[in-house]
């Protein structure tokens, strides 16, 4: 008996029916929202209540994360942008256009989180402003949690949008429909 033949018969290759694909969607998006700019969220909440060497560590991580974004963005930003937007069309395509499912899983999961690399970009910039003039931790913490805020809804639409596809394509290719 031939042993790819029996992991494909063992194991649904499909995307959306597939367990790891749900369990590689919610890591994904629940990395995305503790992982504020690089700072984790747990620091942020510690340098709120606690101030001193946490709240220096809070304000140090941030500078040193948001100085990174703003290179990158800066020296490659055009580059990324094309190399991006190629690889996000050719991945829609394929997937909604040429109805390949797994690109479908892909772009359902990667389109949402250039959307989030944008917000992060933009959040990193105003940030910059603050972090030039003396910083305070509730001024940076609270433009943190916004982002945070902001990343967790694009998160929930998405996993939203996810599981109605992900439902419909397997209504589709089930027995019944």
């Not at 992982?35 to 747990?42: A, E, Q, S």
């Not at 909440?45 to 800066?74: F, Q, T, W």
Request: aromatic content about 8%.
């Amino acid at each position: 008996m031939d042993i790819l033949q029996t992991i494909f018969d063992l194991i649904d290759m499909r995307s959306f029916s597939n367990l790891w694909y749900w369990i590689a969607l919610a890591v994904t998006w629940s990395t995305a929202s503790h992982y504020v700019l690089g700072v984790p969220f747990d620091l942020i909440v510690r340098a709120r209540r606690k101030g001193g060497p946490v709240a220096e560590d809070m304000l140090m991580l941030a500078s040193v994360n948001v100085r990174r974004i703003l290179s990158i963005g800066r020296e490659a930003g055009v580059t990324l942008t094309l190399v991006a937007s190629f690889l996000l069309s050719l991945i829609v395509v394929l997937g909604f256009v040429f109805r390949m499912e797994f690109a479908q899983a892909v772009a359902l999961i990667v389109v949402p989180l250039s959307g989030v690399g944008l917000l992060s970009l933009r959040t990193a910039a105003r940030l910059e402003k603050v972090l030039a003039a003396d910083p305070e931790v509730e001024t940076v913490a609270r433009i943190l949690i916004r982002h945070r805020v902001s990343v967790q809804a694009v998160g929930m639409c998405a996993i939203c949008v996810t599981a109605l596809w992900g439902m419909f394509q397997n209504l589709q290719l089930s027995p019944l429909g």
